[in-house]
């Protein structure tokens, strides 16, 4: 299958700082999602790409799709403890019509 | 209420067992997917869903089975489990095909397999 490197795997960061997060493919992609996954819940979408070279916020989260097709970023500003959490990329190509999801990075916000 | 809902949300079953996980959305949306998330692996795709009786695979298909009778309903069955097969499991659904819509994923599952 489609392999989606995310990176960090994990991060313990304190209240306020900013998270830098990113997802890298061997594969070119046409659209790229993000995802934020609580314990116990489904996925729920953040926000969604569909050119490369985009930039994208939604509050303190701002994504961007990577000019090369094959990455994207993820950065939340100024942290606050309820950004807890597992972040998923997941990327679609041309063909077919399923999405590729990275292993996620979990977020762990000390007060 | 509207969206997509899984049930049960939790299911205990013996090896061997036949299982089924059943997925309703309200959207009338045309795609619908189940996946299995597990540790390391991230989410998985099983089977999709173009539209009513139209079904493909997905990467880890084998042991399941799936049908879609009902644009609003995709139920997942384990014909007979295994262990291998203790996952939680998450539906999703989105508006239709292309680049330019979203899935929407339902609270999901937690299978175990004993």
């Known amino acids: 299958g489609q392999q989606l490197n995310q990176s960090p795997q994990s991060m313990f960061i304190q209240e306020g700082e900013d998270v830098s997060m990113n997802c890298t493919s061997s594969?070119?992609?046409?659209?790229w999602l993000w995802y934020k996954q609580e314990p116990g819940e489904g996925p729920v979408l953040l926000i969604a790409l569909y050119k490369a070279g985009e930039l994208t916020s939604n509050g303190r989260l701002t994504a961007q799709f990577g000019i090369t097709r094959k990455d994207s970023f993820l950065n939340i500003s100024a942290s606050i403890p309820s950004d807890v959490g597992i972040y998923f990329c997941?990327?679609?190509?041309?063909?077919?019509?399923?999405?590729?999801f990275g292993t996620g990075t979990s977020l762990t916000v000390i007060p | 209420d509207a969206g997509i809902t899984q049930s049960p949300r939790y299911k205990i079953t013996e090896t061997g067992r036949q299982v089924t996980l059943m997925c309703h959305q309200t959207?009338?949306?045309?795609?619908m997917f189940w996946y299995r998330q597990d540790l390391g692996h991230g989410l998985r795709l099983i089977y999709y869903s173009a539209a009513a009786d139209i079904t493909d695979k997905g990467e880890v298909p084998d042991g399941y089975v799936v049908s879609r009778s009902k644009t609003e309903n995709f139920p997942l069955t384990l014909e007979s489990a295994t262990r291998s097969q203790t996952s939680v499991y998450f539906c999703?659904?989105?508006?239709?095909?292309?680049?330019?819509?979203?899935?929407?994923f339902g609270q999901g599952t937690r299978l175990t397999v004993v």
């Open positions: 999703a659904s989105r508006l239709a095909g292309g680049l330019n819509t979203e899935a929407f």
């Open positions: 997941a990327g679609q190509r041309y063909t077919g019509n399923q999405f590729y």
């Open positions: 594969s070119i992609f046409n659209t």
């Open positions: 959207w009338s949306h045309s795609y």
